[in-house]
């Protein structure tokens, strides 16, 4: 075994690590903050009328431009269709945002206590960052990224609500980074604005540098089709579109096309579901703080939570040999954390029963 044929780039990598994802197995997963319920029956409908009874539309490439989906986000958002650029998950849209819109002589900024995957994204594109450090309470403070005597910026990406806090930042404090910011492009990620956050799409008709990110995973139940997207100026969709031609022309594969629209369509049955995840996190919450857990507030669909009498790593220890699974990330100022997905009311309430017998003994 040698990395001899490796290239200097892939030598000096420091990818993410993914939650872990059991197969066959019976766990309760509350990992990596997938939707416990399944889409929306229109999906399963309309994949099944798509592949036929032969599976022949299969055969043929998917539209290049997702031209349908774009145009249904468009009118869900209130936007142009070449104000929405779509991709493999939004993963992979971030990816070309960093690669071709915040690559600059000058450092991006981002919180120190955020999405890991943003400082992974830097490595592979060489792109320099600065964190800036979250308050003692985990929350972004905007003015942090506004300093005068800080040197010029390659661009700011936030998450909002934030991960793995769950914190959300009013659309005020959104509006202050973007206006004061007007030289280079403020990403935010909304992976998780369903659950309680208040989204800026709309501002992006006012502000040219403000892009704002999406995915199907989480309040879509999406996660294994693959769909994300972003919403902003059309210059700024035309700099990701330009990435992706020169990488892959067709990210959205035709069955994740089918499924996104019929996602979009029903929105009934998203918004049964999303309020289900809402109740069962804050009847967590309140659970959790019960058993002596300090909570942060979220506005997702995951808590972070810490017990000042159980070490995080030992509790996540323990719950995976009682199988359930929740994250726990070492690094610094989170470590003593669990983020944890929400799950049915059931899952949940198994996770507390098992907190509760584990910190009676660990007490
Ligand atoms: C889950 C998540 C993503 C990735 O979503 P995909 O569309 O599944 O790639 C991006 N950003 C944040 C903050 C996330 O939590």
């Known amino acids: 075994m040698s990395s001899k044929f490796w290239s200097d780039t892939v030598k000096v990598l420091n990818p993410y690590v993914p939650g872990e994802q059991p197969q066959g197995e019976q766990v309760i997963k509350l990992n990596t903050n997938e939707n416990p319920y399944p889409p929306s029956p229109l999906v399963q409908q309309a994949l099944l009328k798509a592949i036929g009874p032969d599976g022949a539309a299969l055969r043929l490439y998917p539209n290049a431009e997702s031209t349908g989906v774009r145009a249904e986000l468009a009118r869900y958002h209130q936007v142009l269709p070449e104000q929405v650029f779509l991709g493999n998950g939004s993963d992979e849209v971030l990816g070309h945002i960093f690669q071709g819109l915040l690559k600059h002589k000058d450092p991006v900024l981002f919180p120190d206590v ?18 800036i450090p979250v308050t003692e309470d985990y929350e972004v403070h905007v003015d942090d990224f506004l300093r005068p005597e800080r040197r010029a910026n390659g661009g700011i990406v936030i ?9 959300a930042l009013p659309v005020s404090e959104i509006t202050r980074l973007v206006e004061g910011n007007p030289q280079s492009v403020v990403v935010v990620d909304e992976a998780y604005i369903d659950y309680g956050g208040e989204s800026v799409i709309p501002l992006v008709q006012k502000y040219p540098n403000l892009l704002v990110v999406r995915t199907f995973s989480k309040s879509r139940a999406l996660a294994g089709l693959r769909i994300g997207y972003a919403v902003g100026d059309r ?16 990210p959205v594969d035709c069955l994740a096309q089918v499924a996104a629209l019929a996602s979009i369509q029903d ?5 049964q579901r999303k309020n289900a995840v809402i109740a069962s996190r804050d009847q967590l919450r309140r659970d959790l703080q019960q058993l002596g857990f300090v909570v942060l507030p979220s506005a997702t669909n995951f808590i972070f939570a810490s017990h000042p009498k159980v070490q995080a790593s030992a509790l996540a220890a323990e719950l995976k040999q009682r199988k359930i699974l929740v994250r726990h ?16 009311q059931q899952e949940c309430d198994a996770l507390v029963a098992a907190c509760r017998d584990i910190v009676k003994f660990s007490a």
């Open 114 to 131: 955020t999405y890991s995957f943003y400082t992974v994204y830097c490595g592979l594109f060489g792109i320099e960052y600065e964190k």
């Open 267 to 271: 929105n009934d049955y998203f918004e």
């Open 235 to 250: 210059m700024l969709i035309e700099a990701l579109e330009r990435v992706k031609n020169s990488f892959n022309s067709y």
């Open 329 to 344: 990330f070492k690094a610094p100022r989170i470590d003593q954390f669990l983020r944890i997905s929400i799950g049915t």
């Open 159 to 167: 998450v909002n609500p934030n991960a793995p806090t769950g914190i």
